[in-house]
């Protein structure tokens, strides 16, 4: 949960907002929601660059994150698939035994 203060000269009141994590924002949902931020931020009291930065290096970091599982996953995939064959021919490779 996120709490964000609201605004007001004579009280303030907090409002509470549910946040959610999303893993399949693309690349260009991300860039809209941040020209979105951009475009409407108060400017007389703009977004901190550090606090932007922040934003772009962890959206960064996310989406390597995301492209590594993948190819983890495909590689875990194709090892299944060759130690499978490679247990078929070394069991069809060995001579029968008779008794």
Do not use: E
């Amino acid at each position: 949960m996120t709490t964000i203060p609201a605004t007001s000269a004579a009280t303030t009141p907090t409002t509470t907002v549910a946040t959610t994590t999303n893993a399949n924002l693309t690349s260009n949902q991300f860039l809209s929601l941040l020209t979105t931020q951009l475009q409407n931020q108060n400017p007389l009291d703009p977004t901190d660059p550090n606090q932007f930065t922040s934003q772009l290096v962890q959206y960064g970091a996310l989406s390597q994150q995301i492209d590594t599982n993948a190819k983890l996953d495909t590689l875990s995939t194709t090892m299944s698939s060759i130690l499978t064959q490679v247990s078929l021919l070394a069991s069809a490779s060995q001579p029968a035994t008779t008794a």
